[in-house]
Nanobody, 118 residues
Framework: QVQLVESGGGLVQPGGSLRLSCQAS????????VGWFRQAPGKQREFVAS???????DYTDSVKGRFTISRDNAKNAVYLQMNSLKPEDTAVYYC????????????WGQGTQVTVSS
């Protein structure tokens, strides 16, 4: 059974940066598009960014120019560099293999909390 472990979240002031990491228990990332998602309190989980096998990236409009997704297939890891953070970025962040922006391939992990507040 594939396990996904997210880490790197925390409390940061507006304008600050964080780097999230996602580690998979198997070599699933080398053969799949991998995405980051987030869920804010009282809201549905939403797509944030994805990166395909060949490196093609996709971002939701609200994070373009601020977030960067990257991957290291050898380490079965995916990263999300988040700069210029805003209070509206506050959410629990999750990773998963994905088809398109919505079809998730594995069970969700625990996620990592990101809180942007002064």
């Amino acid at each position: 059974q594939v396990q996904l472990v997210e880490s790197g979240g925390g409390l940061v002031q507006p304008g600050g940066s964080l780097r999230l990491s996602c580690q998979a228990s198997g070599s699933i990332f080398s053969i799949n598009t991998v995405g980051w998602f987030r869920q804010a309190p009282g809201k549905q989980r939403e797509f944030v960014a994805s990166i395909a096998q060949g490196g093609t990236t996709d971002y939701t409009d609200s994070v373009k120019g601020r977030f960067t997704i990257s991957r290291d297939n050898a380490k079965n890891a995916v990263y999300l560099q988040m700069n210029s953070l805003k209070p509206e970025d506050t959410a629990v962040y999750y990773c998963n293999a994905v088809l398109g922006r919505t079809l998730i391939l594995y069970d969700w992990g625990q996620g990592t909390q990101v809180t942007v507040s002064s």
